[in-house]
């Protein structure tokens, strides 16, 4: 499994972007790098996927570097329902299983 | 459509006996895996099935089993319980085997007294 570092924590004011970096230097060349969030008293929820192209869809982007070994999760204007623990994991294809580091746990300030 | 259902969501045992958890995933889902989260250790993963075969396992002991019924329906069983494994107990659907999209639920909070 690969190594993923993030920040514990990070702070951000509402309606600003917010960039949450994750470095996963261990990577291999066919793993996907996914995002995962953990809303207080719930369970995880998908926030997005990459390969090798950055991403985007309604909730996030996803900024990926060229040499793969980090990535950048991108909120452009974060609302108090953002405040969560962000999980960046790296994903062999195919894999049946999702290996959770610690996380960023991300306030927003009102 | 409905999301990933775990039953109950509470639940309080005491050393000693088994409990058993339910996990009804997304309709059209054949992969459900489950996970253990504790403050000390965070997330971990116990195990996955797909169409009544369990596919991968976690570093956990032989107390912890599960099995997939054939609507895909899942149930973990933790037997002889210790106070350690008072946890949030989360399920999660998936379409396709090893599809990494996974849908969590609210989870099951065992507390063993």
């Known amino acids: 499994d690969a190594k993923t570092t993030q920040p514990n924590s990070m702070e951000s004011n509402e309606e600003e972007p917010v960039h949450l970096p994750c470095n996963h230097s261990?990577?291999?060349?066919?793993?996907?790098i996914h995002w995962y969030r953990q809303l207080p008293s719930q369970g995880p929820e998908y926030v997005i996927h990459g390969l090798t192209s950055n991403v985007n869809n309604r909730m996030a982007s996803l900024a990926i570097a060229e040499d793969r070994k980090s990535s950048t999760l991108i909120l452009h204007r974060a609302t108090l329902r953002d405040a969560a623990v962000y999980y960046c994991i790296p994903i062999i294809q195919g894999a049946q299983k999702l290996v959770f580091g610690q996380g960023t746990r991300l306030t927003i300030n009102p | 459509k409905a999301g990933v259902t775990q039953t109950p969501r509470y639940l309080i045992k005491t050393r000693g006996q088994q409990v058993t958890l339910s996990c009804s995933p997304i309709?059209?889902?054949?992969?459900v895996s489950w996970y253990q989260q504790t403050p000390g250790q965070g997330l971990q993963f116990l195990f996955e099935y797909f169409s009544e075969t369990q596919r991968n396992k976690g570093n956990f002991p032989g107390r912890f089993s599960g099995r997939q019924f054939s609507n895909s329906r899942s149930e973990m069983n933790v037997s002889t319980l210790e106070l350690g494994d008072s946890a949030l107990y989360l399920c999660?659907?998936?379409?396709?085997?090893?599809?990494?999209?996974?849908?969590f639920g609210q989870g099951t909070r065992l507390t063993v007294v």
């Open positions: 309709s059209g889902h054949r992969s």
């Open positions: 999660a659907s998936s379409f396709r085997w090893g599809g990494t999209e996974a849908f």
């Open positions: 261990t990577i291999s060349g066919t793993d996907y």
